[in-house]
């Protein structure tokens, strides 16, 4: 099958790879001319037999609705576009109308599996109607990992629900992550386990608490035991928001979630203003001992 895709970055070049070792024909178009096949999407679209499948895979937000602009301009009627980055689920219904009235398909895609889904493949989710859906099946399956199909691939519903499954997804990730954060915290000051790495280790095999990421984590560990050459410093992709936005309009408690997406807000502050509100109230009602400023 061929396919154009856009954005060759950390994951786009490497489901170009993965593709392209399936025995699918890929033009993979960048803004980099190291790393891109054509110097434009008209080229791309020009090299793609009709009707045309297009994957765009770039930053959510404007740079998404740019392309899909313009891929607008340049497909024809019967072609499809996937947005396999991570944009809000919200965006998906404005970019389904605009190719739709054109008579361009439109399929919104969650893809999980980072820098490993080259060799490991990749968790998809996908939003649209079936016809569309079952034309790309042959280029999901060849992202997808190995094994039974529902491991590791839902067509979720109809436009957005692609988007919506991996938004959920990530808040979950935030929670996980948060948790092995924290016990990792709690080992390193309990003055009792000397062996923090080697508690991580254990617990990979054989027990409830492991996981992939678990798996990344005792990785990190061995690479560095005691983290020192990284900062407390965590950024959010938008997809926590999103997902404790959603918890609230749904009235569905998302404590863990909640907590683990302010929890990356309290990373970035050196000194906490809150912080230093709660220090200066246990000075006045207890007369507790406080740290001066440095």
Request: glycine content about 14%; aromatic content about 6%; proline content about 4%.
């Amino acid at each position: 099958m061929e396919l154009g895709l856009v954005g060759l970055g950390r994951m786009g070049g490497n489901m170009r790879e993965r593709l392209r070792r399936a025995g699918h024909t890929v033009v993979g178009y960048a803004r980099n001319p190291q790393v891109r096949d054509v110097a434009s999407l008209e080229e791309m679209v020009g090299k793609l037999a009709a009707p045309r499948s297009v994957w765009v895979m770039v930053p959510h937000g404007d740079p998404t609705h740019q392309v899909i602009t313009e891929l607008a301009e340049l497909l024809s009627e019967d072609d499809v576009v996937v947005d396999g980055g991570n944009s809000r689920w919200t965006d998906d219904q404005k970019h389904a109308e605009l190719l739709g009235a054109r008579g361009i398909g439109y399929v919104d895609c969650g893809v999980s599996g980072g820098i490993w889904g080259l060799e490991n493949g990749y968790g998809l989710m996908a939003g649209g109607g079936a016809e569309h859906i079952e034309r790309l099946m042959p280029i999901f399956d060849a992202l997808r990992p190995e094994g039974p199909r529902d491991e590791g691939f839902v067509h979720a519903g109809g436009v957005g629900a692609g988007h919506y499954t991996k938004m959920v997804h990530n808040g979950i990730e935030y929670g996980l992550m948060q948790a092995y954060a924290e016990g990792y915290e709690l080992l390193r000051a309990s003055g009792v386990v000397d062996n923090v790495p080697g508690a991580f280790k254990a617990w990979s095999r054989g027990t409830v608490v492991r996981s992939w990421l678990l798996d990344l984590l005792v990785e990190a560990l061995e690479a560095d035991p005691e983290l020192s050459q990284l900062a407390g410093f965590v950024e959010d992709s938008g997809e926590g928001r999103w997902t404790v936005e959603q918890a609230i309009a749904h009235a569905v408690p998302a404590p863990v979630i909640t907590a683990a997406l302010f929890a990356r807000f309290a990373s970035r502050q050196d000194d906490s203003p809150a912080m230093k509100a709660v220090a200066g109230l246990r000075q006045q009602f207890g007369g507790h001992a406080v740290k001066p400023a440095d």
